[in-house]
């Protein structure tokens, strides 16, 4: 393993540095640039027009640039956005990262839970009305025209039954009373934190209680359930972030079962046909030959091996989520990576957006690794070498 990992992370690195060339002067070939509202008033005089592309060191051939970017890169240095100057790409990204990571965490989350166990008891009672049912809203789900299906949710939960706010993330008049050094990343990054401990903690737990005797373990699983999660629940009371979380989580609610709703279709689907070639398989036929309660045979023989390719699916999807919610931040005017990317191509600010991805590119190759990783852990028949 060790071995096999050494390779895959060089391997890794010359895709990144690919990556990164493509990126970078395919952003730059495109016609126009931020400089352009410049020196492009008919006002300057020509000497003033290349003065200014000057100290935007857009005259500059484009390789000499780039060599000049990845220099500073490795340093680092992204750079400065040119859209929301003097702020550095750097500190830009730190800003509106976690705000994407709360959103598109949870809603992957609960999306691969809720689909894992939908799409396992479909394919296990296969041919009945539930299933074709189900498979049926899955199908309209997972196809349906994401922008509209936002807008009907707002329309729906904001607008006509006022359960939900209708944007943003905050309230403007709760956090406008709070410190001036209180910002909303001081409580989104813990809050996501106290989420990443919460699952550590269900999952451990979840499989401690499995030694326990049958009688106790459905007791024990709650208890100690609701104790991990009062733990980071009385830490944000006890700290004075209790009510700004709770805001977060109000402005955070329908964005979340919006990409819930339409993630989850996809996971249960493909649960469901991943479930339904393994209980084919020889083993199972075994298992049930040998007796075993049908319940074990779903969850302990079908399920772990029908979660594969569902496991693999949910860690890309997080790696790419951080750029893919150009369409869901926009529609809840949630400012995440999403709208950092859509503002930096509309105003052109080469920095930003070559940052913005170069950011997402990490996030994308360092999935593709841990999925590897994952299936070995899954699946002991799968050894590296």
């Known amino acids: 393993m060790r071995r096999y990992l050494i390779i895959r992370l060089a391997q890794v690195l010359v895709t990144y540095l690919l990556f990164l060339t493509a990126v970078y002067f395919l952003i730059d070939a495109q016609p126009g640039d931020f400089g352009s509202m410049y020196y492009d008033n008919p006002k300057l005089t020509a000497l003033q027009r290349e003065t200014i592309r000057a100290e935007m060191g857009l005259d500059k051939p484009a390789l000499e640039r780039y060599l000049v970017w990845v220099g500073d890169f490795l340093r680092g240095d992204l750079g400065v956005s040119l859209s929301e100057y003097?702020?550095?790409?750097?500190?830009?990204?730190?800003?509106?990262?976690?705000?994407?990571?709360?959103?598109?965490?949870?809603?992957?989350?609960?999306?691969?839970?809720?689909?894992?166990?939908?799409?396992?008891?479909?394919?296990?009672?296969?041919?009945?009305?539930?299933?074709?049912?189900?498979?049926?809203?899955?199908?309209?789900?997972?196809?349906?025209?994401?922008?509209?299906?936002?807008?009907?949710?707002?329309?729906?939960?904001a607008v006509v039954l006022g359960l939900f706010p209708t944007g943003k993330f905050i309230s403007v008049d709760m956090w406008s009373s709070a410190p001036a050094s209180l910002t909303a990343n001081a409580v989104i990054t813990p809050m996501i934190l106290a989420g990443i401990a919460i699952s550590a903690g269900w999952l451990m737990w979840g499989r401690m209680?499995?030694?326990?005797?049958?009688?106790?373990?459905?007791?024990?699983?709650?208890?100690?359930?609701?104790?991990?999660?009062?733990?980071?629940?009385?830490?944000?009371?006890?700290?004075?972030?209790?009510?700004?979380?709770?805001?977060?989580?109000?402005?955070?609610?329908?964005?979340?079962?919006?990409?819930?709703?339409?993630?989850?279709?996809?996971?249960?689907?493909?649960?469901?046909?991943?479930?339904?070639e393994t209980l084919r398989e020889d083993y199972i036929t075994a298992a049930r030959a040998s007796g075993l309660p049908e319940g074990v045979i779903r969850d302990k023989h079908a399920a772990r091996n029908a979660m594969l390719p569902v496991a693999t699916s949910l860690v890309?999807?997080?790696?790419?989520?951080?750029?893919?919610?150009?369409?869901?931040?926009?529609?809840?005017?949630?400012?995440?990576m999403g709208r950092t990317l859509l503002t930096a191509a509309q105003a052109e600010d080469t920095p930003l957006a070559v940052g913005a991805l170069a950011f997402i590119g990490i996030l994308a190759l360092s999935a593709h690794v841990v999925a590897d990783i994952l299936y070995a852990v899954l699946d002991p028949r799968i050894r590296y070498t």
């Open 86 to 157: 003097p702020r550095t790409v750097s500190s830009i990204i730190l800003e509106r990262a976690p705000r994407t990571l709360i959103l598109f965490l949870t809603a992957a989350v609960l999306s691969f839970y809720l689909g894992f166990l939908a799409g396992k008891l479909l394919a296990w009672k296969r041919g009945s009305f539930l299933e074709y049912t189900s498979t049926v809203g899955g199908v309209m789900l997972y196809t349906v025209f994401t922008p509209w299906f936002g807008l009907m949710m707002i329309w729906l939960f």
């Open 209 to 276: 209680v499995q030694r326990f005797s049958v009688r106790w373990r459905n007791a024990a699983l709650w208890i100690g359930s609701v104790a991990i999660l009062l733990v980071p629940v009385a830490g944000f009371a006890m700290s004075g972030l209790g009510k700004y979380a709770l805001d977060i989580l109000y402005h955070l609610a329908l964005p979340v079962i919006t990409l819930t709703l339409i993630s989850f279709a996809g996971t249960m689907l493909l649960t469901r046909n991943s479930m339904l």
């Open 316 to 336: 890309f999807s997080l790696a790419l989520a951080i750029g893919g919610g150009i369409i869901t931040e926009t529609i809840f005017s949630w400012p995440g």
